[in-house]
């Protein structure tokens, strides 16, 4: 008899929790999933972290108790893959080699720190990853805290915020903040008005090669929140509280968000293989790396196209949709059957921004923004999340079942 095939899920973002769910209810194969955390980090709901909004366990899915909820044909090891060997067919981590039959790499971006503005990386706050964002949240508000109590609660110099990138994550931190910060004036008796959002953007308008109906309400929002939107420029250096940009002019902050585009996971350069730009993989109409048998890629990590060959942004529901392709074209080889061409389009985008606010484009006819948008996008994503969290209890519950009882006397 055949023995069972085994697949290693390396990454569990977006597109490797999807993969997961397609993989295990199949039972056809062993699944492995490897992660460097042992959550899922929902970073289209970081905005509302950051906003305090919501606590930690909110963006977060355990991956210990979603992969011991499908069964035994499902494992989950906490790792961090550092290369693979494609001949011997095994992903190696910190301390053992993983082997696999198939190979579904889904290792995400991060920051597009650019090397050549010296100074962004060690001046400005990442989101795309969960400390960054806890640090971030903490690190803000001791700041803007230490600047009221060394002026007696008015903050008589201004206190400068500034987002660099005008893309999705941008923006909506860019309201969100603003939003936060408006909230704060009501609420607080110690009154700080002088807090001030700059947006730095390279381009004419904000969110650039989106529907002209998300930029233009995106844009009246900012404008409306008292978001300063800076655009043609680029900062060409940062040191502690001050930037420079392209045309000379400086700034000075307190606090720096950088959001400036994404690189690939840094996982693909130990990858030789067909990259872009940004190091994502190059993959076929099936989403295989083409170079390599039986290892595909899904998410940010791979440069993908809808079905008339366009490419699609860098999201997590592009993410989504491929990390179920790769899956389902993995179970049609062990099955012997005919892999699938990618159908993936873009079904809609939303964007919050700031409050109980934001605009909505659905299958490109249905568009609507303000407190409606601000439902739909939180039923959408709560959804995501309440899915994922009641199969996650299937997992705790049989966790509880094997630990041992802890008796602690009483
Ligand atoms: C602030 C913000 C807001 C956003 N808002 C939206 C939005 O509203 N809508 C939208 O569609 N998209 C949004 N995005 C983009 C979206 O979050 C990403 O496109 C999506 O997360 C990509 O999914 P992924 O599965 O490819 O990667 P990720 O979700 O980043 O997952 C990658 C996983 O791989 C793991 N990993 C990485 N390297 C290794 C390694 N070497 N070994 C083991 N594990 C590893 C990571 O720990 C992580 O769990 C937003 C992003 C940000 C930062």
Redo the contacts with the bound molecule.
Sequence with gaps: MEQRKRVVI????????KALQTLASSHLCDIVL????PY??L??E??ELIANECSMTRVTIDLVALSLSYGEHVTFIK????EIDFENRCAS?QNSCHPYDYLLL????RTAFQSSTPGLREHSHG???LPSALSFKHQFEQRLYARMESEGGWCSEPFNVVIGGGG??GV??AAEMADYIRVFHKDNTLTCDNIHIFLIIPHEGVLEGMECYLIDKATERLIELGVKIINHSRITSVEEHTLVLNHEKSLCFDFMIF?GGIVA???TATIESEKNKKSQLIVDEYLRVPTFQGVFA????AELRDSDGELLP??????EQS?TLAAQNILALIENREMRRSQMKMEG????LGGSYAAISLFGVIRFSGLLGYWVKRVIMRGYRYFLHRQCAKGMDKLSKTKPQCHTGF
């Excluded at 390396?10 to 929790?17: L, R």
């Excluded at 860098?314 to 993410?319: F, I, L, M, N, V």
């Excluded at 985008?349 to 919050?352: K, L």
């Design positions: 390396v990454g569990g973002g977006y597109a490797g929790v490897i992660d460097q955390h899922h980090y970073q289209t970081a905005y790792d961090t893959v550092r981590g889904c290792t995400g971006s989101v795309k990853t999705l994550s909506e931190i959001t996971s840094t996982l899904a998410g940010d990590i860098p999201t997590a529901q592009s993410a990390g985008m939303m964007v919050a």
